[in-house]
């Protein structure tokens, strides 16, 4: 990847962003020296101009941006870089430096939580019994909320039906988890059938 930093005296814009939910964290800027070490270490570090020196996002915090990719605009002179976050991006605690917060990040947040209660094999959590108790009872509790929300739907109580409908798709998130399967992947078919002939 080839960068073109002559353009604005040695620093190019780098855009961060978050490689599950795609918000927008924060704007910085780099300097060759800061994209050199940005790719050898995997951790996101800027030309920081107030400073005058290289700066390594969370070096006192430990608030980290992990690089997951690199990309560079058509011409080569502004990055976009997904990140993985550790903790909170801004330094007044927001998540972003921009104050966004959207559904859609919210339920790849919902996802991370659940991938953690699991993971870290949380005893007192719900979501790791249910988990634990495996595919067939995962699988069968989906199929129970998904009747719930069908039977609701045939109703006139809004607040009912949103709650049946928050219930599936949390129990989804479970089994996605058990499958091996991540909300991103089931995003990729849904954008691939976007452009292709319905079948009945």
């Not at 921009?98 to 005893?123: C, H, M, V």
């Not at 007192?124 to 929300?149: C, D, H, M, P, W």
């Not at 599936?168 to 091996?180: E, F, G, R």
Request: charged share 30%; net charge negative; hydrophobic share 35%.
């Amino acid at each position: 990847m080839r960068i073109d930093f002559s353009k604005t005296n040695g620093l190019v814009p780098v855009i961060i962003q978050h490689f599950q939910n795609q918000q927008v964290l924060m704007l910085g800027y780099m300097n060759e020296e800061a994209f050199a070490k940005t790719q050898a270490e995997g951790k996101v570090t800027f030309f920081s101009r107030s400073k005058s020196r290289l700066w390594t996002k969370g070096e006192t915090s430990g608030n980290f941006l992990f690089v997951k990719d690199i990309l560079a605009d058509c011409d080569n002179d502004t990055l976009l870089i997904k990140a993985d976050p550790v903790g909170p991006t801004c330094h007044t605690g927001a998540t972003t430096c921009f104050k966004e917060e959207t559904a859609r990040g919210f339920l790849y947040e919902l996802q991370q939580t659940i991938n953690q209660r699991i993971d870290n094999n949380d005893t007192e959590s719900y979501t790791n019994k249910l988990f634990r108790k495996g595919i067939n009872k995962v699988a069968q509790k989906v199929g129970e909320e998904a009747v719930e929300l069908v039977i609701e739907a045939k109703d006139n109580n809004d607040e009912l039906f949103k709650n049946e409908a928050a219930d599936l798709l949390y129990h989804l998130l479970i089994l996605l988890k058990t499958k091996n399967v991540n909300l991103e992947e089931i995003e990729m078919v849904l954008k691939k059938r976007v452009n292709q002939p319905r079948r009945e």
